[in-house]
């Protein structure tokens, strides 16, 4: 087993692209560097730059290789590599908290974006004005923090939220609190 360190930074989140030969991280800032792999090691060979507030969520998809990022500035942006630069579109959610995770529908049509406003966004194409948009019908979750996955159809979405919980004797009792 192979082991590299990339930053001396916390990672907040990465995806890998479809045979593993790259890696995007976001180093707990805006920005999200692309690691390649040759040989045993691994080099930067981009950063992609344009979100305002920290990167929250990553998604590489493996077939159309489309990187799409979420962020504290409560946006998203699709990146498509054109030649040897990655080119952003910026997604406006319509969000009024930060994006927190992000993922690509299995046929890469559409992605989901969750968010701490408790909202889930799908995000489509729009193929007449040539950008990413939220859909209408936008989800209301009880949350602000989790995963999102579409399914192989892209008509289910799975969203699972984390929620801490500690055991002890006053969570126990039936008394309010």
């Not at 409560?74 to 910026?90: E, I």
């Not at 999102?148 to 055991?167: A, W």
Request: a positive charge; charged letters at 25%.
């Amino acid at each position: 087993m192979a082991y590299h360190s990339f930053l001396v930074e916390p990672i907040s989140c990465h995806a890998w692209n479809k045979d593993r030969t790259q890696i995007a991280i976001c180093p707990n800032n805006h920005e999200v560097h692309i690691y390649e792999k040759s040989g045993a090691k691994w080099t930067k060979v981009h950063e992609l730059k344009e979100h305002n507030g920290q990167v929250t969520g990553i998604d590489w998809a493996p077939e159309s290789n489309r990187i799409v990022t979420c962020g504290t500035d409560r946006n998203a942006y699709v990146w498509t590599l054109k030649g040897r630069t990655w080119k952003p579109t910026l997604v406006i959610l319509r969000i009024n908290r930060a994006a927190r995770c992000v993922r690509w529908a299995p046929n890469e049509n559409k992605f989901a974006v969750g968010s701490g406003s408790r909202v889930i966004s799908i995000c489509y194409f729009e193929q007449e004005n040539d950008w990413w948009v939220p859909g209408r019908g936008q989800s209301g979750l009880e949350g602000t923090r989790g995963r999102t996955k579409v399914s192989p159809g892209s008509i289910k979405l799975d969203v699972r939220i984390p929620v801490p919980m500690t055991l002890g004797e006053s969570n126990l009792s039936s008394r309010p609190h």
